[in-house]
């Protein structure tokens, strides 16, 4: 791997919103300013923003002045564009301009949920153009294999696995405490949100607790329509933790996700996974060891709860940050002494005619 220095990320996710994507995002960063390179990253409270339609958590870019003259100036070495937002649309135009190389990454699948939300839309369209977003990248990033297979169907091309990790000191079974909660309980760890398809899961009888953790826009109408279901707003850290370690079931009821960082979370706390058999749960969950998987989530809800106690922490040794972060700078498109001349040149002119 060439020495990189400096790198620019860009990503129209990041803090304060609380999902997969800015986790994994701020462990990479952090560990590669801990490896001493600098980091610049390019996120949404650097410039102006207004609220996502229907999803005012998230907030899009509308205007994003003097990003040409900010790239220009950090001289990066490296730069990888993490989502396919109007940032990431906007760098990935200005690395086109100047012949710069640049990596990508692919989380989530948004064409499935802009149809959810918007049903004339098809699915193939959103494909479409996120296929041309990625098509320039050396290469773009995908959380896991079956995601990678399933992007490879569809046409997209040059995609490399960069798994996801879990930070042992605060996921793992010695969080778990006394809970108010009747048991069993039966654990949901994510955004409040259509396209997690939690009513799926609140709608299964089930004896003891139904406990949901996080926030989102669908959250008000699910309090409303399931009034004995706990829901406890959105933890972090060690607090996070403890809810993990002390279910005895953590039910994901996606369709749509492409890893689930919530899932190695939960098992790292002891705490079996209940999951439909689709692209995430199963690169992660083995059935009858740390969860189960079924088309039928009772199903596998019933069959996971026999395996709470069972050391189960033990067998997801794969997943670790260091890991994840050495794939991600392994696979960083340098950009080259000539490039970095070009780009040179281009400021001195730039500053010149300022």
Not at 172 to 189: G, H, R, S
Request: glycine share 6%.
């Amino acid at each position: 791997m060439a020495k990189i220095s400096r790198l620019v990320l860009v990503t129209d996710a990041w803090h304060p919103q609380v999902n997969g994507v800015v986790t994994t995002l701020t462990h990479l960063v952090d560990l590669a300013r801990h490896q001493g390179i600098e980091v610049d990253v390019i996120q949404p409270q650097n410039y102006s923003t207004i609220p996502m339609p229907f999803y005012k958590e998230i907030s899009l870019v509308w205007r994003a002045p003097h990003l040409e003259e900010r790239l220009l100036n950090f001289q990066p070495d490296a730069i990888h564009i993490a989502t396919e937002g109007p940032l990431g649309w906007r760098v990935r135009q200005l690395a086109q301009k100047f012949n710069w190389p640049f990596t990508t990454g692919y989380h989530t699948k948004f064409p499935e949920y802009v149809h959810k939300r918007a049903k004339w839309i098809p699915e193939s369209w959103g494909y479409n153009l996120l296929k041309r977003f990625h098509r320039p990248a050396t290469k773009t990033f995908v959380p896991a294999p079956s995601i990678k297979q399933e992007l490879e169907d569809k046409g997209f091309q040059e995609l490399t696995v960069m798994s996801r990790g879990v930070n042992r000191e605060t996921f793992n079974p010695n969080q778990a405490q006394p809970m108010k909660f009747a048991k069993p309980i039966y654990l949901y760890v994510g955004r409040i949100a259509a396209e997690k398809n939690i009513r799926a899961f609140l709608d299964i009888p089930l004896k003891g607790s139904k406990v949901i953790v996080g926030k989102g826009p669908e959250l008000e109408a699910l309090k409303k329509s399931y009034p004995k279901v706990e829901f406890v707003g959105a933890k972090t850290g060690k607090e996070l933790a403890s809810f993990y370690a002390s279910a005895d079931v953590m039910v994901f009821p996606s369709l749509t996700d492409t890893f689930g960082v919530v899932n190695i979370e939960a098992i790292a706390c002891g705490t079996p996974v209940a999951a439909y058999p689709v692209t995430g749960p199963k690169d992660i969950i083995i059935e009858g060891l740390n969860g189960a998987l079924d088309n039928d989530l009772e199903k596998a809800i019933h069959r996971a709860l026999l395996l709470k106690g069972t050391h189960l922490e033990r067998t997801i040794p794969q997943f670790t940050w260091d890991s994840a972060c050495e794939q991600f700078l392994h696979n960083l498109a340098l950009i080259n002494a000539a490039t970095e001349s070009n780009m040179l040149r281009t400021n001195s002119r730039a500053i010149e005619s300022s």
